[in-house]
């Protein structure tokens, strides 16, 4: 396998700030609008289920959460809802939500301090605290990833991939480590194909629509989209792994502690925000929830939800971490020479005593 960059403008953008200072400048990343269809978030009504943000005690002192998410997909559908719903202002913390274009950009932004918290795959963070980065996994978000693997029109099989350039997040990823470990399956080893970074979602399915490659790695709603345009969904992530924790909420430890009170109402909204949404009852707004702010169409929002909020319950339930999720990472980044044997248990990355606060009755 030979692993090279793609040299397009939004890609060398990518690289210039991936590579930039370990003190990361303030993100430059798209800031998700404000709330448009109510007055101010604290006048939301009180969701079903779930802790009435009017009933919340007074918090101490307000603050604002700077979040870093990694494109506009259904991955941050818990994030939207607290700040669309008012569970975070109930808790007084100001969600400011910054979507970026990879999981470099979001950790450099953390560890500079122009980021309070961010959404990262673990993977990544995993990498990043072996690089002496001092951050830690608080919470989960994003807890059983399904990607599809989608071809060009022209890409009907696995098998059409041999001698092929496919597209990825970026060269180490979880969802490139996630790609290798399904096309070996398919008995493609790492020679048979070329991967090059082209950067998050929205970027792969802009590559795969030019042509500049025979295929790339999905979420939703983009795959429900692409297949409906004539491309070719080849497999599905959970065909070889069930369990993969993906995007975790992580924070900067020396942060953390000085602003503990801060973290655990931060969480609390989170987890606030997570139980609402797997509410029945709130269906027909969540989906209108995840229309706003990914653009979907209506009938790919629902084939999401059914998805995400089904049997397969892709999104955290109220901030939970997939621990066998956290296992198969691991495992995999064993496989591909990212960590060494003795191989780490999940706890060396994660720090759960914000959680466990936040969720305490």
């Not at 009504?45 to 506009?72: D, L, M, V, Y």
């Not at 500079?112 to 918290?117: V, Y």
């Not at 707004?285 to 229309?291: A, D, K, S, Y």
């Amino acid at each position: 396998m030979r692993s090279r960059f793609l040299v397009l403008p939004v890609v060398l953008s990518l690289l210039v700030s991936a590579c930039s200072a370990s003190t990361a400048p303030a993100p430059t990343a798209t800031r998700a609008a404000a709330p448009t269809s109510a007055a101010a978030p604290q006048k939301a009504e009180a969701p079903a289920k779930a802790e009435a943000p009017a009933k919340a005690a007074a918090p101490a002192k307000s603050a604002t959460i700077r979040h870093g998410q990694i494109g506009t997909t259904a991955g941050a559908w818990d994030i939207y809802v607290g700040i669309e719903k008012g569970f975070f202002t109930a808790e007084g913390i100001t969600m400011d939500l910054i979507f970026m274009r990879s999981n470099a950009e979001v950790i450099q932004a953390i560890v500079g301090g122009s980021l309070e918290a961010g959404g990262p795959t673990p993977d990544a963070v995993i990498n990043a605290i072996g690089k002496g980065a001092e951050i830690s996994i608080v919470a989960g978000q994003f807890n059983r990833i399904v990607y599809s693997l989608m071809g060009g029109p022209q890409t009907k099989t696995v098998a059409d991939l041999k001698g092929k350039t496919l597209g990825v997040s970026s060269i180490k990823d979880g969802s490139t480590f996630l790609l290798k470990r399904m096309l070996a399956a398919k008995g493609l080893g790492e020679k048979d194909y070329d991967l090059v970074q082209v950067g998050g979602t929205p970027d792969r399915l802009a590559a795969l629509k030019g042509g500049a490659v025979a295929a790339v790695m999905l979420t939703q709603p983009q795959d429900f989209q692409s297949v409906e345009e004539g491309f070719n969904r080849l497999m599905l992530s959970t065909d070889v792994v069930r369990d993969f924790q993906f995007n975790v909420i992580t924070v900067k430890r020396d942060w953390a502690k000085a602003n503990s009170d801060v973290l655990v109402r931060y969480l609390r909204g989170l987890s606030n925000s997570a139980r609402w949404l797997y509410d029945p009852k709130n269906r027909a707004e969540v989906l209108q929830i995840l229309i706003k702010y990914t653009k979907a169409q209506p009938k790919h929002a629902e084939m999401t939800y059914d998805l995400f909020l089904g049997p397969t319950q892709v999104m955290s339930r109220e901030g939970e971490i997939n621990m066998e999720g956290m296992k198969t990472v691991i495992d995999i980044m064993g496989e591909t020479g990212d960590l060494q044997k003795p191989l780490p248990t999940p706890d060396k990355f994660i720090d759960l005593t914000y959680y466990q606060k936040a969720v305490q009755k």
